[in-house]
């Protein structure tokens, strides 16, 4: 069985009102993706900024013999990608045409129901949380969402195909607020003359489909 993708992630995020509406603020947190049919095993720091519309990994990881190392920063608002190289000091710069999407609830997202993972018997051996779904208009894929019911905290996004079939998994956890470091957002100076070339495919759903 081909599986296991996993990825502890550092990120920065808002998620004020679980009704409809993302708000930007600033959080760190992490969380596990899986992939179906990958054999591939990761490492993140992630850091997301939803004031700036700003994401920044580093991800180290193996998939099969293959090791490698990533470090990515996506600037939504200049429409630039960076693909950063501190060992020879090369970046690579890519035009970034998705728009930003917040971690939250879409204003279109239909509720489906509220539960109680755990248990409910007894008080703290249970969280509460809203279920929801929907459709994504650009690829019309679906999804599945699970937000703890105080705070919209996310757990849960589950990425279908137009089939049916899942395509992503991605549990949260740890969520603690506040970005380490600013400057994190901000490109090293070689980067500053290189040319800026052509976007890379079609647009993806989500910012986690970027990485």
């Excluded at 509720?111 to 051996?125: K, T």
């Excluded at 195909?161 to 380490?180: A, H, N, P, R």
Aim: proline share 6%; net charge negative.
């Amino acid at each position: 069985m081909k599986i296991l993708f996993l990825v502890p992630v550092c990120l920065s995020l808002i998620l004020s009102s679980c009704a409809q509406k993302p708000e930007p603020c600033s959080k760190t947190c992490c969380l596990l993706p899986f992939i179906p049919g990958h054999h591939l095993r990761v490492f993140e720091k992630f850091s997301y900024d939803a004031f700036g519309q700003n994401v920044r990994v580093l991800a180290a990881g193996k998939e099969g013999n293959q090791t490698f190392f990533v470090d990515r920063l996506l600037l939504f608002r200049e429409g630039v990608s960076y693909e950063i190289h501190y060992h020879n000091q090369t970046c690579i710069k890519t035009a970034l045409k998705e728009p930003f999407r917040h971690i939250g609830v879409p204003h279109d997202a239909h509720f489906l129901n509220q539960m109680v993972l755990g248990s409910s018997s007894l008080p703290g051996q249970g969280l509460l949380v809203n279920n929801w779904n929907g459709t994504v208009e650009e690829t019309q894929e679906h999804y599945l969402l699970t937000f703890t019911a105080l705070g919209c905290v996310p757990l849960y996004i589950l990425d279908f195909t137009q089939k049916g079939e899942l395509s992503v998994m991605t549990s949260f956890f740890d969520l603690v607020e506040g970005i380490e470091d600013p400057n994190v957002f901000i490109p090293p100076s070689f980067c500053d003359s290189v040319e800026v070339l052509p976007a890379k495919g079609v647009g993806a759903r989500s910012f986690i489909s970027l990485l």
